[in-house]
Structures are given as structure tokens and as C-alpha cells.
């Protein structure tokens, strides 16, 4: 009896979101899909180093796939706000089935070439830039007020758990079944988050000024974000940690390859480091239910932020390279979810969708430059200088942000809706 009082406690506090059934399904679809986009990440870095053993090339389809970011979230995050967001959702997930259905093609055939990963990168990286605003602004309408901290907690786990996942059934794929099964994985990955977000029944929209064109309702966004000096705050800030600390998928592989001796699959095994270190703090952090603690862990895990690659940079060994990797995605996945918590919790569901967009074009335009340019770097550079270098400017930038007195305020009492912007975002 104790023990099964035991599991009801601890599944009513860490997996309370999951007792209701839309949430339960897109949580579903987000982990397939999550797990399909790290997997895409993995065997296009291997492919294109293994063909070129150029870092510098693995950055440009890095940023192919990440550049969409840039561009697409404007639109992505009004159609959010305008149209009922679990069919965009849907149809983006068919783009990536389609993505990966040519990838396979190419790969079995043996007819891939560079330009194709970047151009199908290109496409990739628009659907996943489309998804990325359009859930985070489905999930508060799925769930009650009271559960929507666990919820959007429980939402970065599971894409924390599928940087594991997709990575872990990947490795053994690449090492004795090669690239074109590896893509069939993620076509199946993808069709199984298609067909899951078409059985959610909960209609969810925003709100526009349909007196007003697409691009003065996108314009209305940012002076949302930008008139309200902690929100801005907190977007700058995720925008140097991403930009400082998550921007090393590019360096992964000429990492493993010169710094370890291991071949491509080394590539993915590293990757699940990041994912289980991501999966284990984020599963964790949706059980705090402490204003107080979550606000003091937003800046201690912003400090073990850098300081986990600069643990990388003197790993020598696999094991001392996994342990460095698990540091760092806990570390980045926490801090990133205790933001995504708080962008979720202060802003109205009128402009969720263009906030959300907004964020994803900070935080995602920032990590596609920086993949982009640490590739490039990494090529004339050792890769530890990379990392250490970059780890160690983000410690110094949280120093830093002890002195904006709204940032202090959250390290000290946490999210607090006294906070939450007040401007109009059709006005």
C-alpha cells in the first residue's frame, strides 16, 4: 500500500500532464519527432564528414537545416496565432516524411552529393522551425492552468529524452546498416508524429487584428517582446547561451574523429550523452514546484553551461567524452526549459504563437550562425580551444547578468506573474 501511495505521489507530481489525452498524444508525437531530428543531425554530420572530413562543410549543413530559423518562425508564429495550430503542425511533420522518404532514396541509390543535404537541409529545417512555435503554443491549451509549469516540462523532456533516443538507434544503424537505413528510421519517426497530431481533437488559436496585414501582426509581436525589459532580458540572455554553449553539433564529429580516434558512429554514442544527461535533469526539474529553487537553478545551470565544455575540451577518452556530453545537455536542456517555463507562463495565448516564433528566431537563428562559424573555426583551430573558449565566455556573461536587476529577480523568487507584460500585441 505504501508503495503504491508512493507511485501515485510521485506520478501526480512529475507526470500530472499526462493525464490528459491531447497532451498525452502530442507529447507522443514530440518525442518521435525530437527523436527523428537529432537522429537527421547525427547522420548528416557523419555523412558529410565522412565523405569531405571537413568540419567546415559539416557547419554548412548544419546551418542549412537551422538557417530556416532566420525566416520561417515570422510566419510560422502568425499562422500560429491565425489558424488552428494542430493542422499546421500536422502538415509539417508531412514535410518531414517527405524530407526524409527523397534522403532515403538518394542514400540507397548512391547518388547523394553535398548539394542535396544542404537543399533538403533547407527544407527540413523549415517544417522543424514551422513546429517549434506552432506546439509551444498548443501545449497551454491542452492542459489546465495549474498544470502548465509540468507541461512545458514535461514537453522539453521528452525532446531532451529524443536527442537519447534518436541518436541510440542510430549508432548501431550507421555502424552495420549504413546511411540509407538510417534515413528510413527517421521517415518512420516522422510518420508516427504525422499520424498522432491528426488525432488531437483540441482546437487551438490565437488571436489577430484582422484589420491588419500578416507582417503589421508579426510587427505587433516583437513590440510585445521588446517593450517589456524582462522578457527582452530573458530572450537576450537564451540567445548567448545558445549561441555560447549549444551551438556544437558541428563540433562533435572532427571532435570524436581527431581527439578520440573513433569513427562516425563515435558521433552518435556522443550524442547520447547529451540526451541523457538532458532527459534525467529536465524529468527532474518537472517535479519542482519551488518559485524559489527553479529560480536559483535557472542560474546555476546556467553556469554549468559553460563550464560542461570546457570538460569536453580535456575528455581523452569515450567515457570522459560521454560524462562531458551528459553535463552539457543537462545543463543546456535545464537552463533552456526553466526559460521556455517562463515565456509560457507570462505570456497570454492571444500572442503565444508570435512570442513563441520570436524566441525560436533568437535562440535558433543564433545556433545556426554559431554552428556555422565553429565549424569553420574547428577546421584552422584545435576544436578544445573551440570549446573552451566558448564555455568560458558564457560563465562570464552569467556573472554578468547578476547585475540586470530582472534577471536577478528571477534567480532569486522564480517565475512570478507580477512580471508579465502588459502591452497589447495588436495594438
Not at 514551422?130 to 522539453?156: C, E, G, H
Not at 537553478?297 to 570522459?320: C, D, K, R
Not at 545537455?329 to 513563441?356: C, K
Amino acid at each position: 500500500m505504501k508503495l503504491n501511495e508512493f507511485l501515485h505521489s510521485t506520478s501526480s507530481r512529475f507526470l500530472a500532464a499526462l493525464a490528459y489525452r491531447d497532451y498525452r498524444i502530442m507529447w507522443y508525437a514530440t518525442m518521435s519527432a525530437g527523436g527523428a531530428a537529432w537522429a537527421l543531425i547525427v547522420v548528416r554530420g557523419a555523412l558529410v564528414y565522412s565523405m569531405t572530413e571537413s568540419s567546415a562543410l559539416v557547419g554548412i549543413v548544419t546551418f542549412a537545416a537551422m538557417g530556416p530559423q532566420f525566416i520561417v518562425p515570422f510566419f510560422s508564429g502568425y499562422l500560429a496565432d491565425r489558424f488552428d495550430r494542430r493542422r499546421i503542425l500536422s502538415g509539417a511533420y508531412a514535410v518531414n516524411v517527405l524530407h526524409n522518404v527523397v534522403l532515403a532514396s538518394l542514400a540507397f541509390t548512391g547518388n547523394i552529393e553535398i548539394w542535396h543535404l544542404v537543399s533538403l537541409s533547407v527544407l527540413d529545417g523549415t517544417a522543424r522551425a514551422t513546429q517549434i512555435p506552432t506546439s509551444a503554443s498548443l501545449v497551454p491549451n491542452l492542459v489546465p492552468p495549474d498544470k502548465l509549469l509540468n507541461a512545458v516540462a514535461l514537453s522539453s523532456a521528452t525532446m531532451q529524452a529524443s536527442r537519447l533516443v534518436g541518436p541510440a538507434f542510430i549508432a548501431p544503424l550507421l555502424a552495420y546498416f549504413g546511411i540509407g537505413w538510417s534515413f528510413v528510421v527517421c521517415t518512420v519517426l516522422y510518420l508516427i508524429s504525422f499520424g498522432m497530431t491528426l488525432r488531437i481533437q483540441t482546437a487551438s488559436t490565437g488571436m489577430v487584428d484582422k484589420t491588419k496585414g500578416g507582417i503589421a501582426n508579426v510587427l505587433a509581436g516583437f513590440s510585445y517582446v521588446y517593450s517589456h525589459p524582462f522578457l527582452l532580458s530573458l530572450v537576450l540572455l537564451s540567445v548567448l547561451h545558445c549561441a555560447l554553449t549549444m551551438s556544437f553539433e558541428s563540433l562533435i564529429p572532427v571532435f570524436v574523429s581527431h581527439k578520440l580516434g573513433i569513427g562516425q558512429e563515435g558521433f552518435a554514442y556522443v550524442m547520447t550523452g547529451v540526451g541523457a544527461g538532458a532527459l534525467l535533469i529536465v524529468t527532474i526539474l518537472a517535479g519542482i514546484q519551488s518559485e524559489h529553487v527553479r529560480g536559483r537553478l535557472v542560474l546555476w545551470l546556467g553556469v554549468i553551461s559553460g563550464l560542461s565544455p570546457i570538460a569536453m575540451a580535456f575528455a581523452f577518452n569515450l567515457s570522459g567524452a560521454w560524462m562531458a556530453a551528459a553535463f552539457m545537455g543537462g545543463s543546456q536542456a535545464g537552463f533552456m526549459t526553466l526559460t521556455h517555463v517562463v515565456v509560457q507562463t507570462i505570456v497570454p495565448d492571444s500572442v503565444r504563437g508570435r512570442v513563441s516564433s520570436i524566441f525560436t528566431f533568437h535562440v535558433g537563428g543564433m545556433m545556426a550562425i554559431f554552428n556555422l562559424v565553429n565549424g569553420a573555426v574547428s577546421d584552422v583551430i584545435d576544436v578544445s580551444i573551440v570549446f573552451i573558449v566558448t564555455g568560458l565566455a558564457f560563465v562570464i556573461v552569467m556573472g554578468f547578468s547578476l547585475m540586470v536587476s530582472h534577471i536577478r529577480l528571477l534567480y532569486s523568487i522564480g517565475v512570478n506573474r507580477t512580471v508579465a507584460p502588459q502591452a497589447s500585441a495588436s495594438s
